[in-house]
């Protein structure tokens, strides 16, 4: 069983855990709902990105969040201005 917060393949476990590490203008919510694991939400309001439980390719999905992540990147820099 793999406990709350954390996704159940190693892979994309461990780019969601860069992200919240290193990106505070991105926040990862956990929502199990059928083949859905949660959202990747981003500070601009962008379309978020979800996370699929069971994806085809585990590889390629953990790559395609961290492209998601790397576009909203300078989201966190513009938030950052704002509450300078």
Do not use: F, Y
């Not at 860069?18 to 962008?46: L, M, Y």
């Amino acid at each position: 069983m793999v406990g709350r917060g954390r996704h159940q393949n190693n892979e994309i476990n461990a780019v969601l855990k860069a992200i919240r590490k290193i990106n505070s203008a991105i926040s990862v919510e956990e929502d199990h709902n059928g083949h859905r694991w949660g959202w990747i939400t981003c500070a601009c309001k962008d379309k978020p990105m979800v996370i699929t439980c069971t994806p085809r390719n585990p590889g390629s999905h953990a790559k395609q969040i961290r492209q998601w992540a790397t576009r909203h990147s300078e989201c966190m820099s513009d938030e950052q201005e704002e509450t300078s």
